[in-house]
């Protein structure tokens, strides 16, 4: 499998600060998007410390052990990383008063052949578009999505109650993180869509979807997505990261060449 990555953040509407942050490395199929929060430029040094931690760590390691590294050793790899990177971003704000409170969400990727092995921490979403239909392939750690959960309110109503971005975890928060692991299998034209919420409070999953079917090209769709969140009312940050999947096809050897096979 053949992976191809594009991503394009926007300030929004109303936000003068951009404060979510995103990084890939296509040669070892990583992918990494964060949504910061708290205080005076503080929101954008938290995202911009996740995003530059896990993807460099997760470079170093798979650089190192790429080949025997199962989803499983993938899977420790990402949470370790998001672990020491909630390390870093609280010990930033233990030592610099202006960054007291930061905090961030993360979503990060490994698409490794036909698997994708993903983390996440926080509101932050990964959708899987496949054979035109919209997955949502992460949960949200909200406390709205827990009254979800325990059949308090119905997704319909989750979407215009309020408190809607009041999370249950974050790095930066607390010495331990929790992060949700989960293994998904990869086929050939899979479209995967990381974003901040900045996305999905503007646009409900069926215009997401619209938009990622009304475009081909990787950054045409980046820039439709946000576009329309744009033209919602945009009031928050947008940052959307896409990764394309696409069977790789094997060159035929030089005597297979010859024989005609």
């Known amino acids: 499998m053949q992976y ?49 931690f896990v993807k460099s760590e997760l ?11 199962s989803p499983a050793q993938i899977a420790l790899g990402i949470r370790l990383c998001v672990d020491r990177a909630n390390q870093s ?42 054979a035109a239909s919209l997955t949502q392939i992460t949960r949200d750690h909200s406390l709205l999505q827990e009254r979800v959960d325990a059949g308090l309110l119905t997704p319909a109503q989750a979407a215009t109650a309020p408190g809607k971005n009041l999370l249950t975890r974050a790095l930066g928060v607390d010495d331990g993180v929790q992060v949700e692991l989960h293994e998904h299998e990869v086929l050939d034209g899979d479209l995967y869509l990381m974003c901040s919420d900045g996305l999905t409070d503007m646009l409900d999953d069926s215009k997401i979807a619209a938009a990622m079917g009304a475009r081909a090209l ?18 928050d940050n947008i940052a959307v990261l896409l990764v394309r999947a696409s069977a790789s096809v094997s060159k035929p050897g030089l005597m297979s060449r010859f024989f005609g096979r």
């Open 4 to 52: 191809s990555f594009y991503a394009l953040t926007d300030a929004g509407q109303v936000r003068v600060n951009n404060e979510d942050a995103f990084a890939f490395n296509e040669e070892f199929g990583i992918a990494v998007l964060a949504d910061g929060m708290g205080g005076y430029n503080a929101g954008e040094v938290a995202s911009g410390m996740a995003v530059a």
């Open 59 to 69: 470079t170093h390691w798979l650089s190192v052990d790429q080949q025997s590294s």
């Open 89 to 130: 971003i609280l010990n930033a704000a233990m030592a610099n008063p202006q960054y007291l409170g930061m905090g961030t969400t993360v979503v990060a990727g490994v698409f490794k052949q036909n698997c994708l092995v993903l983390g996440h921490v926080g509101d932050s979403r990964c959708y899987r578009w496949r």
């Open 218 to 235: 990787l950054p045409e769709i980046a820039v439709e997505l946000v576009a329309r969140a744009n033209a919602a009312g945009g009031r």
